[in-house]
Each structure stands twice: as C-alpha cells, then as structure tokens.
C-alpha cells in the first residue's frame, strides 16, 4: 500500500499519520485546534529499538559489542525507525496499523508494528518488536512535542501550558545528558531528564481555559523535556536513557516487546 498520509477522524478530533515519515503522527487537531508541533522532524515519532541516548552508540549483548551510527554525537538517539518509510498494513475512518522491518544499521532481522487507533476523546498508539530469529535488547516509546501554547481564534497565543505528574524518582542526569545510575528527589525543571513512575505513566498537560490532555501509560518510565520554547514533550517508554545497557528488555521469539500510550483530553 501506499505510504501517503493517512487521515483519521473521529467526533471533532483527527489526526494524520505518516507512513512515510518514520511512522510518526505528524498531527492531533481537536476541535480544530493543533495540539502537536508541526514539522519534518516533529508531531510525534516512534522510539525503536531504543529509547533516548545510548552512551557512545554502543551497546553490549552478551560478548558482542555493537556499534550504532553517533546521530548525536557522542551519542545515538532515538532508535532507526524514525528514519525509514513504514507499510501500511491497513486503515480505517479511525485506525491505522503501519509495519516497519528492522534493517542495518540495527543489526537484528525483527518487525515493529504500531497501531494508531483514535476515538472522539483519545488517541492510543500501541508498538510490538517481534524477532525474526535470535533474541536482542529493545525498547520502545514515543516522542510527542505537543505545541507550549495553543492558538487562538483572534491569532494571539494563548497560555502557555502546564504540566502536572507525580513521579517516584528522578534519575540523577550526568554532564553527557544520561543517567548515572543514581535515583534522586524529582527535581524542577525546566528538564530534560527521566523519571520514574512505578504505577504506571500518568502526565497531565494543562492548556488554561482550552484544553487538558492526559498522557498515560502502564509502563514505569518518562522522559520530560521542555527545555525548548515551542513546544514541550512527554515520552512514555519501556525504560530508561541508555536502557539497552543499564536496564535491557529482551525481544525473544516467544515474547515480543509491546507497549502502549493513551493520550485522552477534556475541553476546558
């Protein structure tokens, strides 16, 4: 099938998903209104087959050391998913199921499937990594930049946007922006840093007099980052910044990796 966007509606909310760029959903619009930042490398990405930074590109499984491209250097980010063209295994008015093949540089044969499935009041993305053959290390998660303030209908900006959560820990950030291995008293931000919320994610942005929006998610790990002036992110994922090394989950051919986000909103 084509990777062309793809539209889905539902009530006055509709979301485009974007096959062809790196299976992200390139924007949420609820009542008409843009929730996500817009752009290329914006709206919200998939993080696969790892989450954030891994320290110096490199990852060890078992004796076997192996080397990701440095796409921010001195670190790799992010995964490679982000970067390819996914296939679209098929949609509907409110429900796109997208298919990506893990390819060099990762250097595991597996298959990611997302699915992005809207109703009048939320949107939820689910990710499963299956392997093909041997075990490997993976994680997933997602990098929504939702828009720091929302537009209004006479043009002017409104206010900015609050965010609200209660996590257990905060991992303690080094100078080369990961973890130390250290948990710490959730600090204030402005942040970019992990924390740790062993219930489960659960986030509330607070657009005043618009809009709230919950991101939540049974995995126990978020990343925060709203050190940027447009838009603010809030990033549900399998585990922690360098998680490959420091805290791996293991895709087998019995059990695929698989996670899930809502993100549901409420008119103010």
Not at 227 to 245: H, I, S, Y
């Amino acid at each position: 099938m084509s990777n062309e966007d793809i539209t889905l509606t539902a009530g006055d909310a509709e979301v485009t998903v974007q096959p062809g760029n790196g299976g992200r959903v390139g924007g949420l619009r609820v009542g008409g209104t843009e929730l996500l930042r817009q752009g290329e490398r914006f709206g919200c990405f998939p993080m696969v087959p790892w989450c954030g930074r891994i320290r110096d590109g490199r990852f060890r499984d078992g004796a076997t050391v192996h080397q990701m491209p440095l796409n921010s250097p001195p670190h790799a980010i992010h995964g490679t998913v982000r970067d390819g063209a996914w296939r679209v295994a098929r949609s509907s008015a409110d429900e796109a199921v997208l298919t990506y093949d893990l390819v060099e540089p990762w250097p595991y044969p597996g298959r990611v499937t997302q699915i992005v499935a809207l109703t009048e009041d939320a949107l939820t993305l689910s990710m499963a990594v299956e392997t093909y053959g041997s075990s490997f290390p993976a994680q997933i998660g997602w990098h929504p930049w939702f828009n720091r303030t929302l537009a209004r209908e006479d043009g002017r900006a409104g206010e900015g946007v609050r965010l609200d959560f209660s996590p257990a820990w905060q991992e303690e950030r080094g100078d080369d922006h990961l973890p130390t291995g250290n948990r710490v008293e959730p600090k204030p931000g402005p942040w970019d840093d992990c924390f740790g919320m062993p219930d489960g994610v659960d986030v509330t942005l607070t657009w005043p007099g618009r809009l709230e929006l919950r991101v939540s998610s049974p995995e126990q790990w978020v990343v925060v980052y709203d050190e940027q002036e447009a838009a603010v992110c809030v990033e549900p994922q399998t585990g922690p910044p360098d998680g490959l090394n420091t805290l791996p989950r293991l895709v087998t051919p019995l059990e695929p990796l698989e996670a899930t986000t809502t993100w549901s909103w409420t008119r103010l």
